[in-house]
């Protein structure tokens, strides 16, 4: 049974940092995919970043600069750093496991509950 559990989520101030944590048992991340989605009230959730096995990540066009994923594979664990935090950024972010690089989050097979983070201006 695969469980995907996020943390790292909170209240954080615009302009500050956060990173969200991403812990996997029955998935090993150093043979699959990790991704990260978030869903704002009111809208779709949308693709952030993903890495895979060997380290190669992408990013949503609207992450790039600011996101970033990063994978231990030790922990079997997936990060992401959230820098200069804006207003916009709040939602809850859900960390998502599967066998390809994709942006399309029907080809990911696993999901986690989600972490919320709220940014205040």
């Known amino acids: 049974q695969v469980q995907l559990v996020e943390s790292g989520g909170g209240f954080a101030q615009a302009g500050g940092s956060l990173r969200l944590s991403c812990l996997a048992s029955?998935?090993?991340?150093?043979?699959?995919?990790a991704a990260w989605f978030r869903q704002a009230p009111g809208k779709e959730r949308e693709f952030v970043a993903t890495?895979?096995?060997?380290?190669?990540?992408y990013y949503a066009d609207s992450a790039k600069g600011r996101f970033f994923i990063s994978k231990d594979g030790d922990k079997n664990a997936v990060y992401l750093q959230i820098r200069s935090l804006k207003p916009e950024d709040a939602a809850v972010y859900y960390c998502?496991?599967?066998?390809?690089?994709?942006?399309?989050?029907?080809?990911?097979?696993?999901w986690g509950q989600g972490t919320q983070v709220t940014v205040s201006s």
């Open positions: 998502e496991a599967g066998p390809e690089l994709s942006a399309r989050e029907r080809e990911y097979e696993y």
């Open positions: 029955g998935f090993m991340f150093n043979s699959g995919v």
């Open positions: 890495i895979n096995w060997g380290y190669n990540s």
